[in-house]
């Protein structure tokens, strides 16, 4: 999106095409707000007035905004403001367009500002026109296109009723009757013109808003203004945030707060780019539930990739669903056990005994003897597991029984760290085909 020299984008120029100056001239922004007039107009303004907090903003770029603002010419750029009264005396300025030059006034001392004030903006109109100007400065764009997107969506009664825009998205884009999301098939309706509305006022496709939000719900709420466009995996970005690893580190990890930020941390001090970034996410994702293997995927991330890379069998994705239909399973036979002592324990009062009800309580007792066992087995497998080997079961018991870690288990049995991963993902895989092989997933 090309930048203008004036500093608005050519999307925020085309927002306030057409303008005239305001026929209300007279009248004063209280009496504007209070006969609820939509118009705008060109004021001086009280920075103290103001809101500034709401900006993702580059620290860099306000800085560079104050050296040139202290020049003779000053601020030649207005802010695009809405007016809202905080009481009745009072009013307040949300920044629409200007966050960087709102602060490098600040910066610079300023008490008043050149402002263009927009009358009779709604909360949700006030972020529609934010999403359509956050590229004033690339660097912070996709946080704030992403945060404001949010913030309007949270406007709506389907924010009210639990939904998020993921699901409004997922909604449009499969043509669905909204009935898995507690819609009728006229509030699906609805809901799918308003993010059809959102692609034509945002100047994106729903694709697009589907990729942005879903990595936003993913996330830690504190990572999203970390994310800084122009990082990547290039030398010259080191350090740097990008939206292509933060939705690489956050998807897999959804909800997963703390090691999504112990993975950034990792990923930014190795400069992985986006692609090792996924990989290593879905690595924890598939162990998280194991600590241990979990600090050693983090603090030896070389290691883990150089073993992920080499397995011919795509493990970034099949290894994430081999474990969730390993969990599928076990709940399975937990529900089972339950389902069949609630059977054999239960209320209703007792049937005489017969040689017929003997048989089916002494079947019901092996069978639930039976459960049992693999529901302790499903725990400590490998101890008793047919398939893996026996360096397998040995690395196991150290590794997750007697919390070894990797460099105590390669001096006691001379392996590398790197054959000691690529044994305990062997393990795992034989564990999933056995117990397939029994018909137990």
């Not at 905004?65 to 009013?91: F, K, N």
């Not at 600040?106 to 109109?125: H, M, N």
């Not at 740097?240 to 959804?254: G, Q, T, Y």
Request: proline share 4%; net charge neutral.
């Amino acid at each position: 999106m090309q930048e203008r020299g004036d500093g608005l984008t050519t999307s925020t120029k085309n927002a306030y095409a057409g303008l005239e100056l305001s026929p209300y001239a007279n009248l004063s922004p209280q009496e504007l707000l209070r006969l609820e007039i939509k118009t705008e107009r060109v004021e001086q303004i009280a920075l103290n007035q103001i809101v500034v907090d709401a900006g993702i903003t580059d620290d860099q770029h306000v800085t560079a905004l104050a050296e040139s603002m202290s020049g003779p010419r000053g601020q030649l750029s207005s802010l695009i403001v809405r007016a809202r009264t905080v009481d009745q005396d009072s009013i307040n300025y949300d920044v629409i367009d200007g966050f960087h030059r709102a602060k490098a006034l600040l910066q610079l001392g300023k008490s008043t500002c050149v402002g263009k004030v927009v009358y009779g903006c709604s909360d949700e109109e006030l972020f529609d026109l934010r999403v359509l100007a956050a590229n004033s400065v690339r660097s912070v764009s996709f946080s704030r296109i992403a945060t404001w997107m949010q913030s309007s969506f949270r406007q709506t009664p389907w924010y009210v009723r639990g939904l998020s825009l993921v699901q409004i998205c997922t909604l449009q884009m499969t043509g669905g009757k909204g009935s898995r999301l507690g819609l009728t098939p006229e509030e699906a309706k609805q809901a799918q013109e308003w993010i059809e509305e959102k692609v034509r006022r945002w100047s994106r496709p729903v694709s697009a808003i589907f990729n942005i939000a879903r990595a936003y719900e993913a996330a830690d709420p504190n990572l999203i203004y970390q994310v800084r466009v122009g990082g990547g995996g290039s030398h010259g970005k080191h350090g740097e945030l990008s939206p292509a690893r933060f939705s690489a580190i956050v998807v897999p990890l959804a909800g997963e707060f703390d090691l999504q930020r112990r993975l950034v941390e990792v990923v930014l001090k190795h400069n992985f780019v986006a692609k090792d970034a996924e990989i290593l996410a879905k690595a924890v994702a598939f162990v998280k539930e194991i600590p241990r293997l979990v600090d050693e995927i983090i603090a030896n991330p070389d290691i883990a990739l150089e073993t992920l890379r080499n397995d011919h069998a795509e493990p970034s994705k099949s290894q994430i669903n081999e474990y969730q239909t390993l969990q599928v399973g076990r709940k399975s036979l937990t529900t089972i056990y339950r389902r069949e002592r609630r059977s054999k324990n239960g209320s209703p009062p007792p049937k005489p005994v017969t040689v017929e009800s003997a048989n089916q309580d002494r079947r019901l007792d092996t069978r639930i003897e039976e459960l049992e066992r693999q529901l302790e087995t499903a725990v400590l497998w490998w101890r008793n597991s047919e398939k893996i080997s026996e360096t397998e079961r040995e690395i196991m018991v150290r590794f997750i029984e007697k919390t070894e870690n990797l460099e105590e288990i390669s001096t006691a049995m001379s392996l590398t760290p790197f054959q000691i991963l690529q044994f305990i993902q062997l393990a795992y895989r034989k564990y999933f085909i056995e117990l397939r092989g029994k018909n137990i997933l």
